[in-house]
């Protein structure tokens, strides 16, 4: 599953939505980050594992590694 798509499903199901994150991750990084940035960086899959480590923290989920060995 894309990144993008796990993502809109846990903030579907959490009532949140990528403003808000993108919102919060501008607070956190004290720069500016906004929405399209966020969507643009899900949607080619280059977003940061520190970005990911902190949107978990934002939507209180844990971020998880798995060995697909």
């Known amino acids: 599953m ?3 798509t796990e993502l809109k ?3 579907y199901q959490k009532g949140l939505n990528l403003k808000y994150v993108a919102q919060e991750l501008e607070k ?3 720069k500016p980050y ?3 940035n966020l969507s643009n ?3 080619n899959e280059t977003i ?3 970005e990911m ?3 978990a923290e934002i939507i209180n ?3 998880e590694l798995t060995d697909i060995i």
Do not use: P, Q
């Open 2 to 4: 894309r990144i993008v």
């Open 9 to 11: 499903e846990i903030l």
């Open 28 to 30: 956190r990084l004290n």
């Open 34 to 36: 906004s929405l399209a």
């Open 41 to 43: 960086k899900l949607r």
């Open 48 to 50: 940061t594992y520190r």
């Open 53 to 55: 480590k902190i949107i």
């Open 61 to 63: 989920c844990r971020l």
